[in-house]
């Protein structure tokens, strides 16, 4: 069942009566809890403004705790990372946000990135060589598309050249430990597990995009075939995590397909595509890799609309799981948009899994059902949220509103 909450008409009181302070946000009154109107409840929650709505919530609910303090009542798991305002675990909402923002063409919230952003002096995180530290670009370069301001893509700039003089050249094997600090295991210094290939490539993509110098994109599409060439199983259709899941299996004998890591990969796919110069020799390539995961994908989603943690074992997880699925939706919901998927086969998966995922909204608009942080199936419950959650959520809502304003999603 659908939850009650905020109409697109309160979601614009709530904008009216937010100040912008030092990070471009101040809650004021409780219009929210005022305003809200029964009618949402009736509404299809694939009208436009129901779409709006709901991904405002999710957006303004993460928005106003930023800090701890608010926040780690809702992540019983605490990673320290979690704390890097530059960090891949924030640097998923802001990548999120900015497409949501994007997309409704929302002053207050690219105000509120921009703030934000400044005060990092863009900056990425220390590690170098780390994918986790770079993700952050995508919302900094998508700044940059805005607003043309040089500072925002220099410093990653600096440190993508950086790496082009000295490219990392370790095994890709997730086995050798490393005493370097930042990097638990050698592999780090690549992109060694399918998340990296959200949190890295599309950066590089797009910064080539944005200089004109194809020297980023090359790099970047060597790495990421490398990669998809090492952990991708082609009968599977899908990305073991890493190198230690190659032998490692399920209680039920399955491989072991951890459904966020294979939501990292899906979803970035979708920004790189987007990004490809036309011409670009491996662009059909990219194409089929997505085609072939998004058709693994439909054929492991549940009857109740959510993907498993675990693709290949959901017997084994019944539990809702929303980090993995708005990943899923997001990246489907991109396809159908463009035409590169067939609406008779990918629109009712893409449409159980946003009425999922609605239910996974609470009231207030914390998006539930968000397993921690990890690098494998785990367990997860309605109170646990997460940045990159929220973020998951967002892309999907960008998405989703994209199809319903072509109208393929009207009943």
């Not at 959901?314 to 993995?324: F, I, N, Q, R, T």
Request: proline share 4%; with cysteine.
């Amino acid at each position: 069942m659908v939850k009650t909450r905020h109409t697109f008409a309160t979601s614009l009181l709530l904008s009216a009566c937010m100040g912008f302070g030092a990070l471009g946000l101040t809650a004021c009154g409780s219009a929210s809890e005022t305003t809200t109107s029964q009618s949402a409840e009736k509404r299809s929650i694939f009208s436009e403004a129901s779409i709006i709505d709901v991904t405002n919530g999710v957006a303004d609910w993460q928005m106003a705790r930023m800090e701890r303090p608010e926040w780690e009542p809702y992540v019983p798991s605490f990673q320290h990372r979690t704390i890097e305002k530059r960090g891949w675990i924030q640097g998923t909402y802001f990548k999120g946000l900015v497409d949501w923002a994007a997309q409704t063409d929302n002053e207050r919230y690219f105000t509120f990135l921009k703030n934000f952003a400044e005060n990092e002096d863009y900056q990425p995180e220390a590690r170098i060589y780390h994918a986790d530290d770079h993700v952050v670009g995508q919302y900094y370069f998508a700044l940059y598309e805005k607003y043309k301001d040089p500072a925002m893509i220099a410093p990653i700039q600096e440190v993508f050249d950086k790496i082009l003089e000295n490219p990392s050249t370790v095994s890709l094997d997730f086995g050798p430990k490393s005493k370097e600090e930042g990097y638990s295991h050698e592999c780090l210094k690549r992109w060694c597990w399918a998340d990296a290939l959200f949190m890295a490539p599309p950066v590089w993509t797009k910064l080539s995009k944005i200089t004109g110098d194809q020297k980023y994109l090359d790099f970047s599409d060597k790495e990421t075939w490398i990669t998809t060439d090492y952990l991708f199983d082609e009968e599977a259709g899908l990305f073991l995590r890493d190198s230690r899941f190659f032998e490692r299996r399920e209680e039920n004998g399955k491989k072991i397909y951890w459904s966020r890591g294979n939501g990292w990969v899906f979803a970035g796919l979708t920004d790189i595509i987007d990004d490809l110069p036309a011409d670009y020799p491996s662009r059909q390539r990219y194409i089929d890799l997505y085609k072939t995961m998004a058709a693994s994908l439909i054929e492991k989603q549940a009857e109740n609309g959510y993907w498993p943690v675990s693709l290949d074992a959901g017997e084994l997880y019944p539990v809702k799981e929303s980090s993995g699925t708005a990943f899923f939706v997001a990246g489907l919901a991109w396809g159908l948009a463009n035409g590169t998927l067939d609406e008779a086969t990918y629109m009712e998966p893409t449409r159980k899994g946003w009425a999922a995922l609605n239910d996974a909204v609470a009231d207030d608009g914390m998006i539930g059902w968000v397993q921690q942080v990890g690098y494998a199936p785990d367990k997860v419950s309605a109170n646990e949220t997460q940045f990159y959650g929220a973020g998951a959520f967002l892309l999907a809502g960008a998405a989703m509103l994209e199809l319903a304003e072509q109208g393929k999603l009207e009943e």
